[in-house]
């Protein structure tokens, strides 16, 4: 019981800011390339197919490294484990700036790989991490809304980083986006390891908030052990993993992930160049007007995860509360593919924030892995999920760039892009099925 006397902290919403922060890096680095794209590839001599294949380079080792990154958060906990994963994806950032130093440009764009292919791997434990750390720190009821939080951070990144870097490439060079982002990052790393702590270990919880997010389900005891070496191993038993692979349940939720992640990485990759070399906008203006779809899918994003909880507060049910605002969203983001049947520049930019904004009032995929992965192991259950997801960073950057290098335009990738948002709601009404916590036990 709470005492009456005693008025609950709200420290649980301090560390979703921090989850906020640090993602909304995460996506900015992710971006540092499509923003300066169209300079780099000028001087590097890069052609749609082969930006394609550098865009996917990130994805290759993010999807690799997901279920063993996804195991180091087992062992070792989340705010270790993500600090490292901070500092180096911000020091392989920082060195991409440094490409333009290598004589030719094949040798150039084989480091490019490599740094990108580093970055991924870097932040693989990323969101595996942010969805423990709400599976933790936050109630079923609030955990909508905390999910929905730091996954709109991947808009926010946009509305404020994208301006900067636009800026920073036309005034000092794209070599300049780079060094700014990776300082950032590393400073950013440092202020976590003073800032997070788990639950039971937080200098600044009270008991009373203790045994409010305890008593709505959060799994306090997770980290219980963080730091110890002798720290019973988790998430090993592969036996387990097939069980979790096994589940149609599951395999609805990831074949979504992918469909969602499709569009993710056209906003974060080819939507730049889209406006430059589709739309005729000089990269200043990108930078601007990128922000402004964004902006939508911040707000999509925190309405979104709100208006589940909200839902759920009405006493619908889990599956209800959740698969709505997914369907709702996808309907919204399949807009996108009217801007191939209009020339004005307002509503091409009106249609793709209306997108922007579905696709961030949909993506309660988050939401979804901290209310069904197995306690046991919750880092291998969201480093699969991620895994799944994030299939479409390699393959939706090399696939758009094969549709513009045959076609000579964007029109066949706007399609392809909307026809995965339609996937993503038949796997959400018909596979998926009632949403619930899986028991490995049962």
Sequence with gaps: MIPATEKKTRTRWFIVFMLFLVTALNYADRATLSIAGSDMSNQLGLDSVMMGYVFSAFAWSYVAGQIPGGWLLDRFGSKKVYFWSIFLWSVFTLLQGFIGFFGTAGTAVMVLFGLRFLVGLSEAPSFPANSRIVASWFPSH????????????????????????????????????????????IIVAFCWLKAIHSPKNHPRINQAELDYIESGGALINMDQNEGNEKKEKKGENWNNIKKLLSNKMLLGIYLGQYCITTLT??????????????????????????????????????????????????????????????VIGMVLSMSLVAANYVDAQWIVIFVMALAFFGKGFGALGWAVVSDTSPKEMSGVSGGLFNTFGNIAGITTPIIIGYIIGTTGSFNGALIFVGANALVAIFSYLFLVGEIKRVDLKA
Excluded: H
């Design 142 to 185: 609030e955990r909508g809304t905390a999910a929905a939080t730091f996954n709109s951070a991947q808009y926010f990144a946009t509305v404020l980083f994208a301006p900067i870097m636009g800026y920073i490439t036309y005034q000092f060079g794209w070599e300049y986006v780079f060094y700014f982002m990776g300082v950032v990052g």
């Design 265 to 326: 990485y056209f906003f974060l990759t080819w939507f730049p160049v889209y406006l430059v070399q589709e739309r005729g906008m000089t990269i200043l203006e990108v930078g601007f007007i990128a922000s402004l779809p964004a902006i939508c899918g911040f707000l999509g994003g925190i309405l979104g995860g709100m208006f589940s909880d909200f839902l759920l507060r009405k006493g619908f049910s889990l599956t209800i509360a959740r698969k709505t605002p997914i």
